[in-house]
């Protein structure tokens, strides 16, 4: 299975800044069939980015993915207070499915 | 609007069973794969079973496979998840969830339920 490496860990950062976020894969998604998903407390995930660039319907355009090979990246351009939360990213169309361990994006 | 509602889910002894079950609304259920993601609480998500449209093909992850069963209804517009000979590290959240396509080996998903809780514990 392909294993998806997410860093760092937890980021703080201040409403207002911009969040760079990690994925890095085991082998090399060619097809860039690369998610990413938000999870507040409480909720079920919220599917942000797909195909690695693709913001999936309603999500705001501060919100960008990019990236191809092993490494990609979630970029918020300039964080709301509303997007504290867990980020994870996903790679699909290869069995089995595979998610990283997730960035938390605290407030600092 | 897209919904979909777990249910089914408690505590149970290890060794037991248990039948989650997913009830959809608001899409074409039959045009879509459908999926079970689990998560332990405050860690990170592990994707547990998945269908294809028409039942043709399932799949498992390698931790519950032989022990849980997926099977879907699309008369009813249903999922469920049957659980049996229950472990400890069963223990999770359980989410269902839709795939953007009707194959399962795609597992783009796309909305996702609220999640019901597994408790495996004596």
């Known amino acids: 299975e392909i294993v998806l490496t997410q860093s760092p860990g937890t980021l703080s950062l201040s409403p207002g800044e911009r969040a760079t976020l990690s994925c890095r894969a085991g082998q090399s998604l060619g097809d860039k069939y690369l998610a990413w998903y938000q999870q507040k407390p409480g909720q079920a995930p919220r599917l942000l980015i797909y195909?690695?660039?693709t913001r999936a319907t309603g999500i705001p355009e501060r919100f960008s993915g990019s990236g191809s090979g092993t490494d990609f990246t979630l970029t918020i351009s300039r964080l709301d207070p509303e997007d504290f939360a867990v980020y994870y990213c996903q790679q699909y169309g290869r069995s089995p499915v595979t998610f990283g361990l997730g960035t938390k994006v605290e407030i600092k | 609007e897209v919904q979909l509602v777990e249910s089914g889910g408690g505590l149970v002894q290890p060794g037991g069973s248990l039948r989650l079950s997913c009830g959809v609304s608001?899409?074409?259920?039959?045009?879509?794969?459908m999926h079970w993601v689990r998560q332990v609480p405050g860690q990170g998500l592990e994707w547990v079973s998945g269908?294809?449209?028409?039942?043709?093909?399932?799949g498992y992850a390698d931790s519950v496979r032989g022990r849980f069963t997926i099977s879907r209804d699309n008369a009813k517009n249903s999922l469920d998840l049957q659980m049996n000979s229950l472990r400890p590290e069963d223990t999770a959240f359980y989410y269902c969830?839709?795939?953007?396509?009707?194959?399962?080996?795609?597992?783009?998903?796309?909305?996702w339920g609220e999640g019901t809780v597994v408790t495996v514990s004596s």
């Open positions: 269908i294809s449209w028409n039942s043709a093909r399932t």
């Open positions: 195909g690695a660039s």
């Open positions: 608001g899409f074409s259920f039959d045009d879509h794969a």
């Open positions: 969830a839709r795939d953007t396509s009707g194959s399962y080996s795609w597992s783009l998903l796309d909305y």
